[in-house]
């Protein structure tokens, strides 16, 4: 009777420990979530912001998947976050860490123009920029607070060396994991750091964001804490991402991002951006010169390998290097 009980207790072990096992490894790979899994803790962890409101309902247009997926949940008034990608050819790595409202709000409160300021026009979006000396003054000073520049044309740009420093601190852990993981197989070095931050990047999934709420508007970018948290961006914002973690690890002055219009293989006009880095040290691909350096385009949106090239023009339309924001 007792040697029966003890079966019985060892299956239902052996069942229990199986279950748990396959709840670990399906938080961390190949588990789909819903938008209110993700937007939950994105908006508990802007739940101090006090500058601007963002709506983390809409789903992204152009909503891609990926059997890597950025897991969250809240815990002990933080967010825990843990994300497995791929680091280098066959192996893989788990990053966890924990994100506070209190840090996350302060990246988010200084990133997005007042909807005043704006107004949509068939050819797009045009910016109200005041006559008036004193409102002009309150107008530059509001881009500024909000991480806006006027380009020498007189246009309005996002000033993504800016946000990038803004975010800088948020994604250090990132790094310093890549640089240990790397270390401890043994193969830690220039290309492999680039090309590890590339894949945690890429293996995002795609989609691109509209946090636009009644008084603020953010032009379709996801800030580095907003893109893994709510495990999706696009092109710029998925750029601004990968700069930021490789600004940890190689010199920034060997990193630029790339504003481009390109054509893609079924003559799909887009405008697009994507990661120069110099002194990679790959023949061919495709690359832009700033500084009289070449750097060679890297794409952050999907898997894809260092110096492959997807589409079937190129037009540049600016070099944005990120020194200007880390020399404040």
């Known amino acids: 009777m007792y040697a029966f009980i003890l079966i019985v207790l060892c299956f239902a072990a052996a069942a229990y420990l199986n279950n748990a096992l396959s709840y ?7 588990v789909e979530q819903s938008l209110t899994d993700v937007a939950s ?3 508990y962890l802007t739940s101090k912001t006090v500058r601007v409101a963002k709506n983390y ?3 992204p247009a152009q909503w891609g998947t990926s059997r890597y997926n950025v897991q969250t949940a809240i815990v002990n008034e933080k967010v825990n976050l843990v994300y497995q990608f791929p680091l280098i050819g066959k192996e893989k790595s788990i990053f966890s860490t924990d994100l506070i409202p209190s840090t996350v709000s302060s990246i988010v409160d200084r990133f997005g123009v007042k909807s005043a300021f704006i107004e949509n026009e068939p050819e797009g979006v045009l910016f109200r920029v005041p006559l008036d000396p004193v ?9 500024r607070e909000g991480a806006w520049v006027i380009n020498d044309h007189g246009d309005v740009e996002v000033d993504y060396a800016k946000l990038l420093w803004d975010s800088r601190e948020l994604v250090k ?3 310093a994991h890549v640089v240990n993981e790397l270390t401890r197989l043994g193969r830690d070095g220039y290309f492999n750091r680039v090309q590890a931050v590339l894949n945690f990047v890429q293996f995002i999934p795609y989609g691109q964001p509209n946090f636009d709420h009644q008084d603020f508007s953010y032009f379709g970018v996801s800030l580095p804490p907003e893109s ?3 495990n999706y961006s696009d092109c710029d914002s998925k750029s601004l991402l990968f700069a930021t973690i490789l600004s940890h690890l190689i010199d920034e002055k060997n990193i630029v991002l790339v504003l481009c219009n390109v054509t893609s293989k079924e003559d799909k006009p887009e405008r697009h951006m994507m990661v120069g880095v110099k002194g990679l040290g790959i023949s061919g691909g495709r690359t832009v010169v700033f500084n009289r350096s070449d750097f060679l385009l890297l794409e952050t949106t999907q898997p894809s390998a260092i110096g492959s090239w997807d589409w079937k023009t190129f037009d540049l339309e600016s070099v944005i290097p990120m020194t200007n924001g880390l020399s404040q």
């Open 24 to 30: 670990s490894i399906g938080s961390v790979v190949g």
């Open 41 to 43: 803790p994105m908006r």
């Open 57 to 59: 309902e809409p789903p």
């Open 135 to 143: 409102e002009r003054h309150q107008f530059e000073s509001d881009l």
């Open 173 to 175: 852990p990132i790094a």
């Open 228 to 230: 893994l948290v709510l």
